[in-house]
């Protein structure tokens, strides 16, 4: 099978520490002109399209601004900046764990997105990690979801990035994730979970369905204390939600967890109170590049366990 070239590299700089948009005209369609594909494809709507255009803002591999009357050649690349939302500035540190050539694992507070995505763009581990460090070149090799803290691993060498995403779906990456919970001493833990999730999109909670269980979780009780309990998560899948929906399923949904059981009204814009308490405690895995054997673990402490009264107030 033939492999696909690379795109080749983008002619506009960074901005706050996010790429560039990048398009790629489809072939197999047929436009007369760049500006009325942008047009149909992009949400902006043809008075921005065309504001950009005559600003010189939409660029071609050669970092040439595109005319409104420039043909429309299959393949091409076009390059622009995308206008960066007004972002809350999540108030906590991204504190770098390990550093080396190759990789940066970074301990990601509650909040923080890992990579821009709707309306986090500069506001997320990514971004602050390539301007905090000064690697541009620094990429996400997986993900934790936003109200999630914890640990994430960051590759410094975009030909080296595909490499240490395979370990997360080759699944040769030990992950540990700690929660604090009620405690109901009737629960028989620990146990495995096993369940089939699906998540649909543009609904925010994942569901569990009959069929295959595609959901893999193990449940261990650290301790408990004054009715709530810290609990061990070993995930041994990767399903969108998979050790909240777990959780929930057990009864003891993850405190703090906007989703479940219930869906509650989104919070406003700056209340960083109750976050989730769910923390991605452990990554280990071989290096594939170095073959060193790396075991982190976060500094992180779960608010909700270590001063209830705090977190709840």
């Known amino acids: 099978m033939r492999r696909r070239s690379p795109p080749p590299p983008s002619p506009l700089p960074q901005r706050e520490g996010v790429d560039p948009v990048r398009v790629r005209l489809p072939a197999g369609e047929a436009?007369?002109?760049v500006r009325d594909h942008l047009v149909a494809r992009l949400a902006a709507g043809a008075e921005v399209i065309d504001a950009m255009l005559d600003a010189g803002e939409i660029v071609d591999v050669a970092g040439r601004p595109v005319p409104r009357d420039m043909a429309y050649t299959p393949g091409m690349y076009l390059w622009f900046q995308r206008k960066l939302p007004d972002e809350e500035r999540v108030p906590f540190t991204v504190d770098v764990v390990y550093q080396d050539e190759h990789v940066v694992v970074a301990d990601k507070p509650h909040?923080?997105?890992?990579?821009?995505?709707?309306?986090?763009?500069a506001e997320t581990a990514l971004a602050r990690l390539r301007r905090q460090l000064d690697v541009p070149t620094l990429g996400a090799a997986h993900r934790l979801d936003r109200l999630t803290a914890g640990l994430v691993l960051f590759t410094v060498r975009p030909e080296e990035r595909g490499a240490y995403q395979s370990l997360f779906r080759d699944k040769r990456v030990t992950?540990?994730?700690?929660?604090?919970?009620?405690?109901d001493p009737a629960l028989d833990l620990p146990r495995t979970m096993r369940s089939r999730i699906v998540k649909e999109r543009g609904v925010m909670a994942?569901?569990?369905?009959e069929g295959e269980p595609n959901a893999v979780s193990r449940v261990e009780l650290l301790e408990h204390l004054e009715g709530r309990a810290r609990y061990r998560l070993v995930p041994h899948t990767g399903q969108t939600h998979q050790l909240?929906?777990?959780?929930?399923?057990l009864g003891m949904p993850i405190l703090g967890d906007p989703l479940y059981p219930v869906v509650t009204d989104p919070v406003a814009s700056g209340d960083f109170r109750h976050p989730l308490q769910l923390l991605a405690r452990v990554l280990e895995f071989t290096d594939p590049i170095t073959g060193c054997e790396h075991r982190f673990v976060s500094r992180r402490v779960l608010g909700a366990w270590a001063s209830y009264d705090e977190w709840a107030g």
Do not use: D, I, N, Q
Not at 111 to 121: K, M, Y
Not at 206 to 209: G, L, M, N
């Open 31 to 33: 436009w007369a002109t």
């Open 111 to 121: 909040f923080l997105a890992t990579t821009p995505r709707g309306s986090h763009v």
């Open 175 to 183: 992950k540990e994730y700690e929660a604090v919970a009620l405690y």
């Open 206 to 209: 994942a569901r569990e369905v």
């Open 244 to 249: 909240r929906v777990h959780m929930s399923a």
